[in-house]
């Protein structure tokens, strides 16, 4: 029975002795479950998509128009909130023939969305087309939108060139970069060139609509 009783009181001694740290844990997991609820002012990811598209504007001597369908995710603590007002991108073109690079300026004007086949044709039959997977229509101009901590938005999003700015498009490589300006901050970020090939070229002068181009050499 003594044996028993020691054992007991042994317990009893180190659970006593672990009281201070065990009240230490607790108030490290609430600051810490405080901060990431309340606090954490986070950053904004810019999250490219592996395609963009371009379509030629009506002087041949003018840049494409870009088409940016751009991933936002807000990684602040749910309390919180990002409000973007404006982006602009920055296109460095690398011709494929080893000519001198140059460097566009492009702003944001406009947000689409994308619609599926068979929704847009069931709508609009007679704008159907056999080659299309799905199809943009607009949604509005560029107007300011919010994104509260660890939301994810969606944005398709249309850059016009630098009014003023002289370009012979020829097969290229174009590396985009994106600074988004929020009311707090500015946020920037980088993608992988983008190829825009003879093929592309031809039938975006051909059809006058967007020619979607992915990274690396394909179209």
């Known amino acids: 029975m003594s044996s028993d009783k020691s054992v ?9 002795d672990l009281g201070p740290w065990i009240s230490i844990v607790s108030f490290v997991v609430s600051m810490l479950t405080s901060y990431f609820v309340y606090v954490d ?5 810019l999250l490219f998509p592996p395609e963009v598209a371009v379509r030629l504007a009506p002087a ?3 840049p494409p128009i870009l088409l940016i369908p751009m991933t936002f995710h807000f990684t602040g603590a749910p309390s919180r909130q990002e409000v973007i007002t404006q982006a602009n991108a920055t296109v460095k073109l690398t011709p494929d023939d080893g000519s001198t690079s140059q460097t566009l300026f492009y702003t944001w004007r ?8 068979l929704e847009f044709e069931r709508l609009y039959p007679e704008r159907s087309s056999a080659d299309a997977e799905d199809y943009i229509e607009y949604e509005s101009r560029n107007v300011p939108f919010a994104l509260k901590g660890h939301e994810v938005s969606f944005k398709l999003m249309e850059f016009e060139p630098e009014t003023g700015t002289s370009l012979s498009l020829a097969p290229a490589h174009l590396e985009v970069c994106l600074e988004v ?6 946020f920037r970020a980088c993608q992988a ?17 967007y020619q979607w181009i992915s990274q690396g050499t394909g179209n």
């Open 8 to 16: 007991r009181q042994s317990l009893v001694s180190w659970i006593k």
């Open 41 to 45: 002012f986070g950053k904004l990811d």
């Open 60 to 62: 041949e001597t003018e």
């Open 181 to 186: 300006s929020t009311i707090k901050k500015n």
């Open 193 to 209: 060139p983008y190829h825009l090939s003879a093929t592309a070229i031809e039938d975006a002068r051909a059809t006058g609509l």
């Open 110 to 117: 406009r947000t689409y969305r994308l619609i599926g086949k």
